[in-house]
Nanobody
Framework: QAQLVESGGGLVQPGGSLRLSCAASKSNFAFTAMAWYRQAPGKQRELVASIVGGGTTNYADSVKGRFSISRNKAFNSVYLQMNSLKPEDTAVYYC??????????WGQGIQVTVSP
């Protein structure tokens, strides 16, 4: 069973940056759609950013201009560059990838904490 492995989370001060990575455990996978979600304590999971098809991206209003989603050329890794982080960005971040089928995969989640 293929898995998505996330990395890059941690503790950062407000205004700082982090880069999240998510890679498929099987290198021969190629995903058609890739996205990052997040879930803060007591809140529902929300879409943060997505990238599909030829590279069309979509962002939640709360992160536009601060976050950037990208993927590698093999379409089996996705990244989230997070700049100008705010305390309200604190959450567990999940990557979600879809390949033809469709077959959906979720990462295990990684904690991002923005605090002085």
């Amino acid at each position: 069973q293929a898995q998505l492995v996330e990395s890059g989370g941690g503790l950062v001060q407000p205004g700082g940056s982090l880069r999240l990575s998510c890679a498929a455990s099987k290198s021969n996978f190629a995903f058609t759609a890739m996205a990052w979600y997040r879930q803060a304590p007591g809140k529902q999971r929300e879409l943060v950013a997505s990238i599909v098809g030829g590279g069309t991206t979509n962002y939640a209003d709360s992160v536009k201009g601060r976050f950037s989603i990208s993927r590698n050329k093999a379409f089996n890794s996705v990244y989230l560059q997070m700049n100008s982080l705010k305390p309200e960005d604190t959450a567990v971040y999940y990557c979600r990838c879809v390949r033809s089928g469709p077959v959906e995969y979720w990462g295990q989640g990684i904690q991002v904490t923005v605090s002085p």
